[in-house]
């Protein structure tokens, strides 16, 4: 977590999740066109920022994360540092996915904090009124994010460089993102379709079956996509 926070990328990351809460209520706020329409959009800020956030940036701050702790400490020589210690390969491994899990959880945090005071500054917003709902969506949302980060893990485990993993990462998320479209049953199996699973815990339309069917399949996403990067690390040789 120490070696996150040092680099620039991370403090950027979190930079742009609290400053894009706060332009996108400054924007509201100068449009006040209807003050009803934009009052009901500044109640569902945090909500809109979620799906804006784990639709790109999220993902694509994961499989820079995922680079740094895995592709770019080989390229720098750094990981043989770690592994002459007297610490079995399987908690270096469980430490770096760990760190990764704290930043995603940190990020997700911080973007709901600045989403509902940015939404306090809009006219006639009731942010008040749908904390628990936008606090449920968003530790919904750690789930999928968690299952992706796992996957860009293992992913950037295949280069001994930063750029071959990040490159590789955004051509599968991608490709997973446009599929969908081509051969629409796939979105059903497809981990990169749940990005937006935050959206059915909004409100009561989808029964709890629904929403226990797919927890399992993104957490059978995170078992498998866990166990195959473990496997890679514990096997290669650096």
């Not at 994961?62 to 020589?77: I, K, P, T, V, Y």
Request: positive net charge; contains cysteine; proline residues 4%.
């Amino acid at each position: 977590m120490e070696k996150l926070w040092k680099r620039r990328r991370t403090k950027g990351s979190l930079l742009l999740t609290l400053l894009v809460p706060a332009a996108a209520a400054m924007l509201l706020s100068a449009l006040q066109t209807n003050a009803g329409v934009l009052g009901s959009l500044g109640s569902s800020l945090p909500l809109m920022m979620l799906s804006l956030f784990t639709f790109a940036p999220l993902p694509v701050v994961l499989f820079m994360a995922a680079a740094d702790s895995f592709s770019g400490e080989a390229a720098a020589r750094t990981i043989k540092l770690v592994l002459v210690r007297p610490i079995a390969r399987t908690k270096v491994f469980a430490s770096k996915v760990l760190a990764i899990a704290v930043y995603v959880a940190v990020l997700l945090a911080a973007l709901w904090i600045a989403s509902v005071i940015s939404g306090l500054f809009v006219p006639k917003a009731n942010v008040a009124g749908s904390l628990l709902e936008s606090a449920i969506a968003y530790t919904a949302a750690f789930v999928p994010m968690m299952a992706v980060g796992l996957m860009a893990v293992f992913v950037a485990q295949c280069f001994s460089n930063t750029t071959g993993a990040m490159t590789l990462s955004l051509l599968i998320y991608a490709a997973a993102k446009l599929l969908p479209f081509v051969l629409p049953q796939v979105s059903v199996w497809s981990v990169f379709s749940y990005t937006d699973w935050h959206v059915l815990w909004i409100g009561n339309a989808v029964s709890a079956v629904k929403l226990l069917s797919s927890f399992f399949l993104l957490l059978a996403y995170c078992i498998m996509a866990y166990t195959a990067g473990w496997i890679v690390f514990d096997r290669k040789q650096w």
